[in-house]
């Protein structure tokens, strides 16, 4: 079964490095964890145990028990945040992190858990997630 499970973290990780660029899967898995840790305090309830369940584990946990956020943020502020939490990220590079991982996990979401996701979100949230919603 372990081995199912890293095969699972490393195919999460190989999108995200993929997606962004990355030079290594160290600066994926760091980008996951700050987007995740800060997505997590976005949702709750079902929705967030949800996709918890289609993540691989370790990325289950940190959404599970997410960076505390005292407010919902509008998308430019969750680049900013994520940004602030990555060394030596911009908002340019934060934005290109937002949406490795945030499309990654819209793959292992499906798209009617995403829609549920989005409308725990403020507007704006789709196109992080590189899915543009029709207004």
Known sequence: MADEMTL???????????RGE????????RAARVVLALLGAHLVGEVRARL??????EFALILLNPLQS????????FVRATAAWIE?????TATWDV?????????????????????????????????????
């Open 99 to 135: 949406g490795a991982v945030l499309s990654t996990a819209a793959d292992a979401a499906g798209d009617d858990l995403l829609e549920q996701i989005l409308f725990q979100l403020p507007a704006g949230y789709d196109l992080l997630f590189g899915r543009p919603q029709p207004i």
């Open 88 to 92: 030596g990220a911009t908002e340019q």
């Open 70 to 77: 005292a407010e919902p943020l509008a998308p430019e502020r």
């Open 22 to 29: 990355y030079g290594t899967a160290e600066e994926a898995e």
């Open 52 to 57: 918890a369940a289609r993540l691989p584990e």
């Open 8 to 18: 699972r973290r490393e195919a999460f990780l190989d999108h995200v490095k993929e």
